[in-house]
């Protein structure tokens, strides 16, 4: 072999690695190593939290991380919960501590254009909300000028807050931030701050189980939209639409009426629309790396969508959020938790 082809050679085989190295998917990575590495919160009652009774995480984001570890792997036990804050969970993704975050983000475009994530669908809406204790005496915002405004790092709300007190001509507000919503709290009760400012439904979860929730208030303003979703690594569809496809599979389940409960039942179901959603006898599985029944798998493990709302939002918790009339209920109650067709 002459120098130009082993030119030649080594040219083919650094392509080849190349190639190797685009077509890996974290998806692939996950079913090799058996194990779901997902990142969430541990301070957000109704969303990620560390029960300190049960020592068990729980919350709407903690429930869709085992969703994803049972369509995966088959099993919703397979999932370690790496804690992450709102300044480490784009870098917790970037560098490989875990293959997806489900924790109370945002979705906005600025994050998708410039930190390299893609976000899954939207699994709650929300607003910016601002809470005070009730004896203050404060009823609105306006109320608030020249007051001193606490939130977590890394968050959306710093600017929301920036932007709210510039578009009254406030100059002696200030904002102080926090790691996570625990000393946030904390900074709001001790008066460090004279306002706590996060998602309405995080100020509802810490009001609702604190000792005495009388105590809080939150005001009636919504200062800006706050969808939430989970979110991955930038530019691997493999793992984004297996991903993205099992959320649809939970908000479907709630329309189609198959719950956690019935799933027996519904196995044995003739309709064929039925049949290939559960991956009975073929499925939509395949066409995502997973199995057939990883819809079914994600719902025998943690129930539909409303089931997951109603055990970590629903009216028998502290921090009850009522869908009715918000876009957190089904499109065909007016909502906005939708799915797109599947057949």
């Not at 919350?59 to 369509?71: E, M, N, T, Y």
């Not at 293959?99 to 410039?114: G, L, N, W, Y």
């Not at 009715?324 to 089904?330: D, Q, R, S, V």
């Amino acid at each position: 072999m002459n120098f130009k082809h082993i030119l030649m050679a080594g040219t083919f085989a650094g392509a080849a690695l190349v190639a190797s190295h685009a077509s890996a998917s974290v998806l692939d990575s996950v079913k090799q190593r058996g194990t779901l590495n997902c990142g969430t919160d541990n301070t957000a009652p109704g969303f990620g939290y560390l029960n300190t009774t049960t020592g068990q995480m729980e919350g709407l984001d903690v429930d869709f991380c085992k969703a994803i570890a049972a369509a995966v792997l088959g099993d919703a036990s397979k999932v370690k919960f790496v804690t992450v804050t709102d300044k480490s969970r784009f870098d917790a993704v970037l560098t490989n501590q875990v293959d997806v975050v489900f924790a109370h983000t945002t979705i906005k475009p600025a994050r998708e254009s410039s930190i390299a994530i893609d976000f899954l669908p939207i699994n709650f809406y929300d607003g910016t909300g601002v809470m005070v204790k009730t004896e203050s005496g404060v009823a609105k915002f306006d109320d608030l000028d020249g007051a001193t405004f606490c939130t977590t790092q890394g968050s959306v709300t710093e600017t929301v807050l920036t932007s709210a007190f510039k578009a009254r001509g406030w100059t002696a507000s200030k904002v102080l931030t926090y790691e996570n919503l625990e000393k946030l709290f904390a900074a709001l009760n001790s008066g460090r701050c004279n306002a706590m400012s996060t998602d309405k439904s995080a100020l509802a979860a810490w009001a609702g189980n604190s000792p005495k929730p009388a105590d809080y208030l939150i005001l009636p303003d919504t200062l800006d939209k706050s969808p939430f979703g989970g979110f991955v690594v930038a530019n691997d569809s493999k793992w984004r639409n297996a991903l993205r496809w099992t959320s649809y599979g939970l908000f479907q389940a709630e329309e189609s009426g198959i719950s956690q409960g019935n799933l027996d039942e519904k196995l044995k179901s003739e309709d064929p629309f039925v049949q290939k959603f559960l991956g009975v006898g073929g499925g939509y599985g395949k066409d995502f790396g997973l199995p057939d029944d990883f819809v079914a798998q994600a719902i025998k493990a943690v129930g539909n969508y409303g089931e997951i709302y109603a055990r970590n939002l629903g009216p028998d918790t502290r921090m009850f959020l009522d869908r009715k009339g918000t876009p957190n209920a089904l499109w065909t109650e007016g909502g906005a938790i939708y799915s797109p067709l599947w057949n």
